[in-house]
């Protein structure tokens, strides 16, 4: 029954602006999906490439990684490298059949509280139509 | 992860001024009292005001918990406050984690029930990672009052004297014969009344006599290494002789080059660069006359067709076309593609220079030029008063015309980008502007920036950043030690393959690899203290604890104190 | 004499040579071979015939070389070094010196990703430089490489090599010449000339040190057949850059192929001028029908008869 | 910015440990000012006329498109939470400054906050009152306050800080043509303002940028007097602004807005450069790129403390033993990143003039 | 040092196919310099192993480990009693440390997760280009500090050959002329007299691979 299904999203939230966001998200008292998972980070630089595998193979059905925008990051490149790494892992995921969109990434800064909501809520909805995690 | 048998975990739990009473009701601190290594579960309810620490702090130094998990709001709102807590030698104050209910489940989610649902698995999760935390200390170091400017600009010289009055000893690095820089050449302020020589002259005269101030000339920047408290500036005097400089900060402020455009038919001498029309109006007019003692009467100044975004020539322009109305009475034309008027005052002289009769011609395409029997001829297309296809064009038959020099980055900047690490922005200037560094901070902790070396500005804003600059030294040296806590990377040394990943991911060059380490201070896996061994070291005072070279490390040699590995996945399992 | 072949007869009388190039075909069949040596037939003194050219796989230069010489035509074999090691390559010198072949063209030979057999390993085991050393010690020392064991029978080869003054370093070409000559060419055949202008000049440093009288210089020229052709050629032949005044003109030609043909007999025109040029190689490659014209346009008819 | 991972320990300091600055006014500039303090052991307090931090720039939205345009509206966003969170600094909102009385280094000043009253003592006071925008209903042609579809640069940072979206207000659907004004109330001879404001081109086109980025099939025009370039980045900006072709920068400036109180096909007229008639387009959102003008309550707070002032009527630097400092937009109009190193300035001043440094 | 790349991980799985529990060991050598086979690769592919197989429906279970270098018996031997509860070893050391293991542990199969490629210098972070073939007998010294036989495409010992064209090889893709950088190298410190000689021709037989495998020993180290 894919109404009941739920999709469990894992949010990677770099302090600086990700986790901030995640904040202003509850100030605003908008709503989010209850089977979100919220990690803090130092920098989305800090998120290795292995614990984004970990969360797919622990059953998350959707990993997100929430950075700053380009630019616009204490650590220079923290964003930059995250992105390059997701590359990476779109690449070893299509060869094991794990689609691409169910590890994702989303410029945001502290202020950006409604596209921090709207960008989970979009996941949600696409990880819906595209089911469960096959490594379930 | 040490077994969980050691850890004694209290709960602190926070109503944030009774918001949350409603979810921690009796079932639920039943509930976090039963999780495995609580030892003991505290209620308060507004742990954000420093009172209530105080009393939270006496029950904990009572307790017999060594860490502790806050429930409650967002981690921002305990960190500071709870990490300077005395909690007694059995608990340190970094070992604490905050489950963030209030943002992440009670606000977010609208059904109470399933509220509870979220907030028991968030504070699950945390007892599981609460496990792997360890001990975090501080650290202080000597921080000797002493700086570095380089530079002998104006900027260079208001941050020395900013900084010398704060009682910092400073060591000025002018690679010109005298300091002074490039702004001796500007006559007069646009905004203010009075000369810039006679200003200028009395700053140059402060340095020089300033206590705190050592002044050394014509020396060639040779390297510059260290780290805060410790930066050492190579130079070379002009006998060769190489020597030292010491200082805990470095203010970069080498200003910014100049090309002035001289080919093709701009190599002409009626076409003049603006230093030059100071120099000319400077000495009264005297030389706005032909080789034939004939007057040059008509002056066009050309802006915008280089440096379009910078503000500094059509300042300059308005300003010397004004003078050259006002006491040469000549004929001023400003051909520009946009005036620039956001600067203090700048929309009152722009209509002063119009009603004293400077025409302002602004153009889309680019003026041509020629040479009509000894005059220029600019030929332009004025766009308000014609449509663009039209082909006709105004065309101004000028004596003498004024044309900006190309603003480029100092030689230096490519040399100390390398050195520092500090990046560049496209055009080779230092420092992209990130908002996180506000325009004075770089992301070497202890070096700053001001001034052309940054981006070429006018005097005020320049002089502004001098003092930002200054201000950011002050604070690291006002309180003549540098206290950091050691939430930072660690390199093991044992598994570090000497692959200098890490040196080159850092984005703060915190990490150096030495040929033999000697008096590496490593505290991991029981090796000794002093270990003669070549791998990466961390620095910690200028680390920020942004973990990139931890995933990075190709061995995972590297561990991250505040946030180990282990922490983020368990944090990862649902 | 060193090989007493035709080609070298006439060169040592000073005559001005014309040698061709025949392409073997992509398989056995001798007609090919048969058809396109008619063609050259008497427009040349002798016909150059490709080994696996840019390292597409054809009939071998030796067997094609020795149908020409049962024809009663004399053929250049060319022996590239990609394909074969020192062992191969020395029993093939012995095979075809033995079967009348009397030229041999040494040649390093287009990498192999240029042709269809592009995961083939190449050899590489000997340079055209250390080629031709090798069979100069065949032929006057007698002996195989290693220098000790005699060869039983006489090695009578006339020893050529390539040369390209278009590619880079500039400078270094003409060196690279001396190298050769030191390693004992007896004969060049240069890349098919285009840019006339750095040719000369090649030609110039070449005479400077002294390297004209040192060894017989046929230049290379290659008929354009169409612009699309030549285009193609600049672009991506290693080696060949083909200045737009050329292109332009064929662009501009009603009938491309005449004009191809007249530009070539200009360059055979100057070429004959140019002192230290003993002779011309014209690569009209799958055009072998044309040499007649081309070579009667030049005015280099008849072919001497030299015994 | 306060650096991370730095000593969060900031003890107070012998000897400055009484001084306490007083700030009014929690707007950028006074809240870099109070930290920049607190790091040199300076403790202050803060006196806020409405009931949150932050002071205009707190409700600016972030503007960025594929990468971030530099508008520092997310570096307030921070500094609000760290200066709110850094012990040393008290925070006093929904409060004014009452009587002042005492000499420099030795104010005692009264406080009213919420109908109490309350005494401080205080050896210095900054002024970082900051600035008004301008009341666009002072230009009626423009329609703003008539025509629901006519809004200002404030208003569209409030709408994209809360939602994250453009809406048109009169019916809440996305717009598909959006025209900014530039220099609405700044060099404007007919109302007085003759200065620049300096930020509002940047601001403009970095919404222009963001929006283009949220909604790619929006056109959007610009229409100004000198495009006025603010920073280093400001050249890839116009740059990239000036290749799209979505994004039309238009060298005039309309005349009136011709429409009804919910129309979204809002008639303006205007000469264009290209064809060099009067034309005429409709717009379904018109952004009016508000400048800045002094505080109305400018005037008591200078007579109160003596605060010099230029002509245009911002504050200047008073005399430097008079224990009064200034700081930020209130001594003319000038970006967020203007405004922090302005502070950061003052704030070294004032360490100075205490002597404690 | 060795630079190795990761073969496809849906290649890997292809051999991986009839196995249910395998040891997965890393090396924090040279492939961990290279970021191809250190403890963090290890991870990643296991992780992905993991996730594939239980997609297929056939779940495998991975003991992971890494060793400080494949290429010494001892620290080989440290994965003995790892190996001994595995069906198979995926090694992704580089080629030597494959068969080491291959050796050691001579019962059960030992699968390569690695394509060794070349012994090569890093040109920045994260590129690395080849530098050298090993053929045993170096001609360094004669080519200026440029090596023909790794750097050439035709490996040829007296270049540059007819197809050298502003500095690039004839097979395009922005690989350099070999013997253009020799050429510019001799010309600035003055050797240019070297290319002037003929070099003659390499004794392949004598040091490089065509001899056959070799072996080096040294008399005062082997008791």
């Known amino acids: 029954m894919v109404e009941s299904f739920s999709p469990r999203i894992v949010a990677f939230c770099c302090d600086k602006s990700g986790y901030v966001a995640a904040d202003m998200v509850g100030k605003l008292r908008l709503s989010l999906p209850e089977s979100l998972d919220i990690v803090r980070v130092p920098c989305a630089g800090r998120i290795d490439a292995l614990h984004l595998l970990q969360a797919l193979e622990k059953g998350a059905d959707g990993v997100l990684i929430f950075a700053c925008h380009e630019e616009n990051c204490q650590s220079l490149t923290g964003n930059i490298r995250a992105k390059a790494r997701m590359g990476y892992l779109h690449g070893i995921m299509e060869r094991i059949g794990l689609e691409k969109e169910r590890l994702d990434l989303c410029n945001l800064a502290t202020n950006n509280g409604a596209k921090f909501a709207e960008t989970v809520l979009q996941k949600f909805d696409e990880l819906k139509k595209l089911g469960p995690s096959p490594v379930e | 992860m040490r077994s969980s048998k050691e850890c004694r975990i209290a709960i602190v739990i926070d109503h944030c001024e009774g918001t949350l009473s409603h979810i921690f009701d009796e079932a639920m601190v039943r509930y976090f009292s039963g999780l495995p290594c609580v030892v003991s579960c505290y209620q308060d309810d507004n742990l954000s005001s420093p009172r209530r620490l105080e009393k939270l702090v006496a029950k904990l130094r009572k307790g017999k918990a060594d860490r502790a998990v806050i429930v409650g709001g967002s981690p921002k709102r305990y960190e500071a406050s709870f990490r300077r807590l005395d909690l007694g030698t059995g608990f340190n104050p970094y070992m604490f984690l905050v489950a963030n209910v209030r943002e992440q489940a009670v606000w977010t989610i609208p059904d109470v029930e399933r509220a509870k649902e979220k907030t028991k698995t968030i504070v699950a999760k945390r007892i599981r990672e609460a496990t792997c935390l360890s001990p975090i200390g501080e650290e202080k170091f000597e921080l000797s009052k002493n700086a570095i400017v380089l530079g002998g600009g104006v900027v260079g010289m208001r941050a020395a004297l900013a900084l010398a009055d704060a009682n910092i000893q400073v060591t000025l690095l002018s690679r010109a014969k005298d300091i002074g820089g490039k702004a001796i050449q500007l006559t007069h302020f646009y905004d203010r009344p009075g000369e810039v020589s006679s200003w200028f002259k009395d700053q140059v005269k402060k340095v020089k006599k300033h206590p705190n101030i050592a002044v050394k000339t014509s020396v060639e920047l040779k390297g510059l290494e260290g780290s805060l408290g410790d930066y050492r500036v190579k130079v070379e005097d002009p006998s060769g002789k190489r020597r030292e400089v010491e200082g805990s900060a470095v203010i970069l402020a080498m200003g910014n080059d100049v090309i002035p455009n001289t080919e093709g038919i701009f190599g002409h001498q009626r076409f003049i660069s603006p230093p030059q029309m100071e120099a000319m109006l400077a000495d009264g007019g005297k030389s706005l006359v032909t080789d034939k003692e004939r007057p040059l009467q008509t002056v066009t100044f050309i802006l915008d067709l280089v440096n379009e975004t910078i503000k500094i020539d059509s300042a300059n322009a308005i300003k010397n076309a004004i003078l050259l109305r006002e006491n040469h009475d000549r004929a001023v034309y400003v051909i520009c593609r946009d005036v620039k008027v956001s600067l203090d005052g700048m929309e009152k002289q722009y209509r002063k220079a119009r009603e004293m009769g400077v025409i302002f011609i602004k153009y889309d395409d680019p003026p041509k030029f020629s040479l009509v029997n000894g005059q220029i001829n600019v030929e332009v297309k004025e766009v308000s008063i014609q449509m663009r296809g039209d082909d006709y064009s105004l065309s101004i038959l000028s004596d003498l015309v004024v044309v900006s020099e190309r603003f480029v980055p100092s030689k230096d900047n490519q040399m100390l980008a390398d050195v520092l690490g500090i990046p560049l922005a496209e055009e080779g200037f230092l420092m992209d502007e990130n908002p996180q560094f506000a325009r004075v901070r770089t992301n070497r902790r202890g070096v700053f920036i001001a001034g052309g070396c940054r981006y070429p500005q006018t005097l005020d804003e320049s002089l502004v950043e001098a003092e930002a600059a200054a201000a950011g030294v002050t604070e690291l040296l006002s309180q003549g030690f540098f206290g950091y806590d050691l939430a930072v990377a660690e390199i093991d040394p044992a598994k570090c393959a000497a692959c200098l990943t890490c040196p080159r991911v850092c984005p703060h060059s915190a990490i150096v690899v030495e040929r033999y380490a000697e008096g590496n201070v490593y505290v991991t896996g029981g090796y000794e203290k002093d270990f003669r061994w070549k791998a990466a070291r961390v620095l910690p005072m200028q680390c920020y604890g942004c973990g990139i070279c931890v995933s990075s490390c190709p061995t995972k040699a590297i561990t991250l104190k505040h946030l180990t590995d282990d922490e983020i996945s368990l944090q990862v399992g649902v | 004499m060193k090989s007493g072949s035709n080609l070298e007869k006439i060169l040592e009388k000073g005559l001005f040579a014309v040698t061709g190039e025949l392409g073997p075909p992509k398989g056995n069949d001798i007609e090919v071979v048969k058809k396109k040596a008619e063609f050259l037939k008497g427009y040349v003194d002798a016909i150059n015939i490709t080994d696996n050219q840019t390292a597409i796989v054809r009939m071998s230069s030796i067997a094609a070389g020795a149908l020409l010489v049962q024809m009663g035509l004399e053929p250049v074999i060319q022996m590239v070094t990609r394909d074969r090691n020192r062992i191969a390559m020395q029993s093939d010198i012995f095979g075809a010196t033995a079967l009348g072949v009397k030229n041999i063209l040494c040649l390093t030979g287009d990498h192999q990703s240029f042709g269809n057999q592009v995961d083939s390993k190449n050899v590489h085991d000997m340079d055209s430089i250390q080629l031709i050393d090798c069979v100069r010690i065949m032929r006057d020392g007698g002996t195989i490489l290693g220098g000790e064991e005699q060869i039983e029978g006489q090695i009578k080869m006339f020893i050529g090599a390539a040369a390209n003054p278009f590619g880079d370093p500039f400078e270094f070409r003409v060196i690279r010449l001396a190298k050769k000559i030191n390693a004992g060419v007896d004969f060049i055949q240069t890349q098919c000339i285009y840019d006339m202008k750095r040719f000369k000049e090649w030609m110039r440093m070449a005479g400077d040190m002294g390297l004209i009288e040192k060894v017989h210089i046929l230049a290379g020229v290659t008929p354009l057949k169409s612009a699309g052709m030549a285009r193609y050629m600049n672009k991506n032949v290693s080696g060949i850059t083909i200045p737009d005044e050329f292109i332009n003109r064929m662009a501009k030609a009603q009938k491309p192929a005449e004009e191809g043909i007249k530009i070539c007999v200009e360059q055979i025109e100057e070429l004959k001028e140019m002192d230290g040029i003993h002779g011309v190689h014209i690569m009209a490659i799958e055009w072998e029908h044309k040499m007649g014209q081309i070579t009667e346009m030049a005015g280099l008819l008849p072919r001497p008869a030299v015994s | ?357 | 040092m060795i630079k190795a790349e990761q073969k496809p991980v849906d290649e890997i799985l292809d051999f991986l196919k009839p196995h249910r529990k395998i040891l997965l060991a890393g090396c924090n050598a040279c492939v961990a310099v290279c970021h191809a086979g250190g403890e963090k690769e290890v991870g990643i592919l296991s992780s992905a192993l993991k996730m594939a197989r239980k997609k297929a429906g056939q779940k495998i279970e991975i003991l992971e480990d890494c060793s400080t270098r494949q290429c010494e018996p001892e620290f080989v031997q440290e994965l003995k009693e790892k190996a001994e509860e595995v069906e198979a070893v995926l090694s992704i050391a580089c080629g030597v440390g494959v068969q080491t293991v291959a050796r050691m542990f001579s019962d059960i199969p030992v699968y390569p997760g690695l394509n060794t490629t070349f012994m090569g210098e890093t040109d920045e972070l994260g590129v690395w280009i080849e530098r050298c073939q090993a053929c045993g007998n170096c001609v360094l010294h004669v080519t200026g500090g440029v090596c023909p036989v790794a750097r050439c495409a035709k490996q040829l010992l007296n270049g540059p050959c007819g197809g050298s064209q502003d500095g690039e090889c004839e097979i395009g893709n922005d690989v350099p002329c070999a013997w253009q950088q020799i050429y510019d190298r001799l010309k600035t410190i003055g050797q240019l007299h070297r290319m002037e000689e003929i070099i003659p021709v390499k004794k392949w037989g004598r040091e490089s691979r065509d001899k056959g495998p070799r072996t080096i020993s040294r008399e005062d180290l082997k008791l």
């Open chain 4, 1 to 357: 910015m306060i650096e991370p991972n730095k000593a969060v320990t900031v003890g107070q300091r012998p000897g400055v440990a009484d001084q306490n600055v007083l700030i009014l006014g929690s707007g950028i500039a006074g809240i870099t000012t109070a930290l920049e303090l607190s790091e040199m052991g300076i403790s202050s307090t803060i006196l806020e006329r409405r009931d949150r931090l932050g002071g205009q720039a707190a409700v600016f939205a972030c503007k960025a498109s594929e990468k971030c345009n530099k508008c520092f509206a997310c570096v307030v966003d921070n500094q609000i939470q760290e200066v709110s969170r850094r012990s040393g600094i008290r925070i006093l909102t929904e409060s004014t400054l009452g009587k002042i009385s005492g000499d420099p280094g030795r104010f005692k000043v009264q406080i009213q906050s919420g109908g109490n009253e309350s005494r401080l003592e205080a050896s210095v006071i900054l002024v970082a009152t900051g600035v008004d925008f301008f009341n666009a209903r002072q230009k009626p042609e423009y329609g703003y306050g008539l025509f629901q579809n006519v809004i200002t640069a404030q208003d569209l940072d409030e709408m994209l800080h809360a939602k994250g979206r453009v809406l048109r207000p009169s019916d809440g659907q996305v717009p598909s043509r959006i025209a900014f004004f530039q220099c609405v109330g700044s060099r404007d001879e007919t109302i007085g303002h003759l200065w620049c404001s300096k930020v509002c081109c940047a601001y403009a086109l970095r919404f222009m940028k963001a929006i283009r980025h949220q909604y790619p099939e929006i056109e959007t025009s610009f229409f100004y007097i000198d495009i006025q370039p603010l920073g280093r980045s400001f050249e890839s900006l116009l740059e990239a602004c000036r290749q799209d072709e979505r994004m039309h920068l238009i060298r005039s400036l309309p005349s009136k807005v011709y429409g009804h109180r919910t129309s979204t096909d809002l008639r303006i007229r205007f000469i264009d450069p290209v064809s060099g008639g009067i034309t005429e387009e409709g717009f379904d959102l018109i952004v009016l790129s508000i400048g800045m003008t002094p505080r109305e309550d400018a005037d008591q707070v200078a007579d109160l403390l003596h605060v010099p002032k230029n002509e245009e009527g911002f504050y200047r630097s008073p005399p430097p033993d008079s224990g009064i400092f200034v700081s930020g937009a209130c001594k003319g109009p000038r970006d967020i990143g203007g405004s922090i190193i302005d502070a950061k300035a003052t704030a070294r001043e004032i360490a100075q003039y205490l002597g404690g440094v």
